[in-house]
């Protein structure tokens, strides 16, 4: 039997103004003998995590609906009407290919507007960045962008921004929350549009977007004289087709293949099981494309085009899938040899990577002379810490491993179409020097040493998963392992509690971030273990990182290792 306070929320949305199938959707979930659908659609109200609003479309207060979207906009415009009394507060909307995405930020558009706030609409759907950047083309005040990302086809999405194109962040996410939380009923959402104040936008917008990311080129004239790179792309049913094609041949590239299967925008990807470019069998067409007309480098991009995977030629021809961290260190050591090449570094630029990303990223800006700092997992703490130097440092570059990367400041979150823009020119300036970019990389492992990472992702579904996934993070921090891989943990570090402890002495200093729940372990050979939890999906993530001098030794032989000891770290913490 559910919870008494399940079926009082569940009556709560039946007496609610909610449509009629709605009602007659929940009235079967409480006559229902298995209430596992009514636990699961109840049990708690959706909240924003590192992504936002985020979970499985459906009715209920645990899962993405109009009344769920209506709720979380109608907080967003308490708060923006408080914060911003004496102001005509705009707005900028965008959203994805998925499934009632447009339906969606539609709504959102109406409840906006029925609360006096005007309103910019993209017509049609476009990538997530360019939501960001319109934020601060437009000088609205937020912006909400309709996407899941890269999860599966029954996922949906509500991402918030601020002013300054960034994700939302403390203390205005948890103000947010607040202000639905106060929200006692849906009857209190004001769902009827101003048509008045909803202003629809897009190739106004497209065009200085698309001329800042060309204004990123640092070899226009390796380009032009690579301009036939043979370039594969895959969109894979996402917005990433509505800027990439239009950037490359912007930048000058002349022989780009679009992989025709997953060019159309289909919120059901039928072509593949799980849209993220993360994962092989999402880009296996394009890679199959990519055989038959022998490219040089193929980019596939997730479905709101903020994450970008890439294959390359390796040593014997085969095109090879390369992880987050790999892409990262190829494009922030292109970046930072370009800027030093012309003559652009003067020790006050930066790049910036989480605490889950490789330490190859920090190899290579010391190799260079330039600063480097480190944020929580998320994009949104990347941004926060741009704003912090903003007028006092450069940002280059940076990124995390799960695929995201940003170029420049004028976006302020993950940008796919502005890093194909720059992992294509990567590709043609290591072309135009002799090399194939897996090459390059291997120059990048000969001078800071091979570093290897891996990802075990553990998914638990439902109310019975979070709780299973608790417990494990307290065992972990009650009982952390002595060793790892054949190495000794050194150091343990809690983001929860703030804390990095020595193992053996029991020393204790202070770590300066926000508080997430991250443990990571450090070992004597000078390898991390990460475990997360993860903020968008029911899973906990264990990320490791491990390295090792390359020298004269053949890279297959040290990456062979390096998997070996990843295995036996895996088998140590019996997963």
Not at 251 to 267: A, I, L, R
């Amino acid at each position: 039997m559910a919870d008494q306070q399940i079926i009082d929320k569940a009556n709560s949305w039946l007496s609610s103004n909610i449509d009629n199938d709605a009602k007659t959707e929940i009235s079967a979930m409480l006559k229902a003998d298995d209430d596992t659908a009514l636990v699961e659609a109840f049990y708690k109200d959706l909240e924003f995590g590192t992504g936002g609003l985020r979970g499985i479309m459906g009715v209920g207060s645990n899962r993405i609906n109009k009344y769920t979207v209506g709720m979380a906009t109608q907080g967003l415009a308490n708060y923006l009407l408080k914060t911003y009394p004496d102001e005509q507060i705009k707005v900028a909307i965008a959203h994805d290919s998925r499934n009632n995405s447009r339906f969606f930020a539609e709504t959102t558009a109406a409840v906006c507007s029925a609360n006096g706030i005007k309103v910019y609409l993209f017509e049609e759907l476009r990538p997530t960045p360019e939501l960001s950047f319109a934020i601060r083309h437009l000088g609205c005040h937020s912006g909400v962008v309709l996407t899941a990302s890269h999860n599966p086809k029954e996922y949906n999405g509500y991402k918030a921004y601020w002013n300054d194109g960034a994700q939302i962040i403390a203390p205005h996410d948890k103000n947010i929350i607040n202000e639905v939380g106060n929200i006692k009923s849906i009857n209190n959402v004001r769902f009827d549009a101003d048509d008045s104040l909803i202003i629809p936008i897009g190739k106004d917008v497209d065009r200085p977007y698309l001329e800042k990311v060309a204004a990123l080129s640092l070899s226009p004239d390796a380009i032009n004289r690579q301009k036939d790179l043979k370039i594969v792309f895959s969109p894979i049913h996402g917005t990433g087709i509505t800027l990439v094609p239009a950037i490359l041949e912007k930048m000058g590239f002349e022989n780009v293949h679009v992989v025709e299967e997953q060019s159309t925008p289909d919120g059901n990807f039928p072509t593949v099981v799980y849209p993220n470019p993360e994962e092989a069998e999402a880009l296996s067409i394009a890679l199959t494309k990519a055989k038959e007309i022998d490219a040089d480098i193929l980019m596939g991009t997730d479905p709101d085009a903020d994450r970008v995977g890439i294959a390359v030629k390796n040593e014997v021809g085969d095109f090879q899938l390369l992880n987050g961290n790999q892409t990262g260190a190829l494009l922030v050591y292109y970046m930072l040899r370009k800027w030093k090449d012309n003559g652009k570094l003067d020790g006050n630029q930066f790049i910036v990577k989480t605490i889950v990303t490789s330490d190859l990223l920090f190899e290579i800006a010391e190799g260079f002379g330039v600063k480097y700092y480190e944020t929580l997992t998320g994009f949104k703490f990347i941004a926060a810490l741009i704003k912090q130097l903003e007028g006092k440092e450069t940002f280059i570059g940076g990124g995390e491993e799960s695929y995201g990367y940003l170029i420049s400041d004028f976006v302020r979150d993950k940008d796919a179409i502005a890093s194909c823009a720059m992992i294509a020119e990567m590709a043609a300036w290591a072309k135009d020097e002799g090399m194939s970019p897996f090459e390059l990389l291997q120059k990048v492992y000969q001078e800071f040493g091979v570093y290897h990472e891996s990802l075990v992702s553990i998914t638990k579904k439902g109310k019975s998963g979070a709780e299973e996934i608790a417990e494990m993070m307290k065992d972990l921090r009650s009982t952390p392992p002595s060793t790892l891989g054949g190495s000794e943990v050194t150091h343990v570090l809690d983001y929860q509690n703030l804390v990095k402890r020595e193992l053996v002495t029991g020393k204790e200093e202070s770590l300066d971030f926000p508080k997430s729940n991250v443990l990571q372990f450090m070992t004597k050979d000078g390898d991390k273990i990460s475990a997360r939890p993860s903020g968008t999906e029911p899973k906990i993530k264990f990320y490791f990182s491990v390295k090792a001098a390359l020298g004269d030794k053949d890279y297959r032989e040290v990456e062979a290792g390096l998997k070996e000891k990843i295995s036996l770290m895996s088998k140590n913490l019996n997963l």
